[in-house]
């Protein structure tokens, strides 16, 4: 097994889906599934429409959290992370577009929905590690500076 930053790198860059979730002004929470890609370090990226709940909260409050895990049917294959820091609407670049496209093997079946979404980051300020591979509950958390340009 390699150093734990490096499986958590591969878990984001294997998995498809994560579990984003909010916080609401009536102290409620709301959660989306949601296909993502991992950018710079551990930042993950997401196209979506700035009508959904998630997209409002996240321009009214800046933050979000996440949870991705590989699917297993054993617990002694659990493996999984927790992220929340910073979350914003950030420039749509083709570099990042393209990246998108090839992780979930679109062609141009969905340009148009893309065209019109709008991309959304998730920069981590605090992650765990969750990986029972390891050994049953076994985990291990980092707490991540802002970036400068963040």
């Known amino acids: 097994m390699s150093s734990p930053l490096v499986d ?5 860059d294997r998995e498809w889906t994560m579990v984003l979730a909010v916080s609401l002004p009536d102290g409620g929470t709301h959660s ?13 990226y997401w196209l979506s429409s700035g009508d959904s709940l998630h997209s409002r909260e996240i321009e009214r409050t ?22 929340r820091g910073a979350a914003s609407r950030v420039r749509k670049s083709r570099e990042l577009i393209e990246k ?31 990986d029972n591979r390891r050994g ?3 985990n291990q958390e980092w707490e991540l500076p802002a970036r400068e340009n963040s």
Request: a positive charge; aromatic letters at 14%; glycine letters at 12%.
């Open 32 to 44: 989306a599934p949601l296909y993502f890609v991992r950018g710079e370090g551990f930042s993950l």
């Open 100 to 130: 998108y496209k090839a992780k979930f093997r679109l062609g141009g079946e969905l340009d148009l929905g893309i065209s019109r979404g709008r991309v959304y980051r998730l920069e981590p300020r605090w992650m765990r590690l969750i």
């Open 136 to 138: 049953f509950g076994w």
């Open 8 to 12: 958590l790198a591969r878990l984001l």
């Open 62 to 83: 800046g933050l979000a959290s996440a949870a991705v895990f590989h699917r297993s049917a054993k617990w002694t294959e659990l493996r999984g992370v927790q992220l």
